[in-house]
């Protein structure tokens, strides 16, 4: 993959990664509000804040009730990915495009 499209990729892989979890509530994949290509500098991603605490700072104070809980969010959240259709225009790896204001890569 050529470093002028990392940012391209990356934009694809969270608006996919964004699909796949959009039935998640509260969502769990930050909205891009903007980003710039690599491909006249440096690339850029205005990403939406997500305030909140790191799952590693507290998990081992958690109860085994809450970490069990956690665990099944996470495998459903998993699952969720695991069963995203790719589009058909991802061919191979590094190959995600994204259309700004289409929603599809």
């Known amino acids: 993959m050529h470093s002028e499209n990392c940012v391209e990729n990356d934009v ?49 104070t958690m109860s085994i009730e809450q970490q069990r809980g956690i665990f099944a969010q996470m495998a459903e959240m998993l699952k969720a990915l695991q069963e995203y259709e790719v589009p058909g225009t991802v061919t191979g790896f590094g190959e995600g495009e994204f259309r700004w204001g289409r929603g599809d890569c």
């Open 12 to 60: 694809a892989i969270i608006s996919m990664a964004s699909q796949a979890l959009s039935k998640f509530k509260p969502h769990v994949v930050p909205r891009t509000n903007g980003w710039g290509s690599a491909n006249s500098g440096r690339g850029w991603i205005l990403q939406e804040f997500m305030p909140g605490e790191h799952l590693g700072d507290k998990f081992e």
